[in-house]
């Protein structure tokens, strides 16, 4: 028996919560533990970008606990969070993106639950300290899948072009591996999603695809993409890219991989090598390229000479 924890950043039984709940309903039913998770009805404090989570867990002074916010709401989150075996994670749309509460979930899990910052923090304590070391929460290191939902109520489905990129950002430094996402847009049309039958059959679907995962052989079964099209990037399986003017490169939004855009047969065609593939932040490859950035950047960088000295003229400026 595998533990399946949906995290609802919609309204008390609208459409997000009910969407998530089918899914768990149906996971319980195939002999699954399940737990279900409001943060809205939690009190989590926003990150301030003090960067303290992120040097304790490089400094091995700390495990990253937000210094910030020690009181507050976010270990239960966290908890649920790391006691998946897969995650489901529904957000509302607002402005073509997900919930502030879901940014500040993100902002809040990510840098200081990053899988490469804690797995190399755990190497160099375990070297420097041995069986003495202060070593990360065992949790962080074990595999999930991820299924990742939206709900928009725009008639149309641009409106809601944003949202799912933006909901990998929670899955993408904790080292998720998606295997599913949908958007239900038009949402306005129907007082509520229990009015929808395909809506809810979706979700069915998805809860076969997360039973399916957590019951494969093999890694490849466990975090094969089991959503319903195959995106323009290999890895993400989704197709918001970064254009660049000029030439035929093109950049994932979601992976930070590279490529490149032509024709075939008529058609556009995207490719992105193995190479680039593999450091897609999606994989362990790239965010130990992020991590090995910030230790060689923001851990080491380059003191300003009478800084304070430097910001007086700007204290009261607008104020």
Known sequence: MAKVVAISFGRKMSNTDVMLKEVLKKCEEAGHEIQFVRPD???????????????????????????????????????????????????????TSPSGTFKTFCDRIGPSHDLAFLTEAKKERLARDGENALLPDERAFKPRVGCLVAVGGARTENWTIMTIP????????????????????????????LGVPEQMERMDKMADHIIAALSAKDEEGRTMWRGETEGACPVCHQSMFRVHEGSDRV??????????????????HYSFSPEQQARSRMKY???????????????TQKKVENLAELKKPYLHIGE
């Open 41 to 95: 009805d939690l009190n989590i404090g926003p990150c301030t970008g003090c960067c303290a989570c992120v040097a304790g867990v490089m400094s091995g002074r700390s495990n990253g606990e937000c210094v910030m916010h020690k009181d507050d709401d976010f270990h239960i989150v966290e908890d649920a969070f790391y006691s998946a075996d897969a995650l489901i994670i529904g957000s509302p749309v607002y402005e």
């Open 166 to 193: 933006v909901m990998y950002e929670c899955m993408m430094s904790t080292g998720v591996d998606v295997i599913d996402t949908h958007v239900y847009y038009g949402a306005m049309n129907i007082q509520h999603v």
């Open 251 to 268: 950049e994932c939004a979601i992976c930070g991989i590279d490529g490149t855009v032509g024709l075939v047969d008529g058609k556009i």
């Open 285 to 299: 490859a790239g965010k130990l390229e992020h991590r090995n950035e910030i230790a060689d950047g923001a851990m």
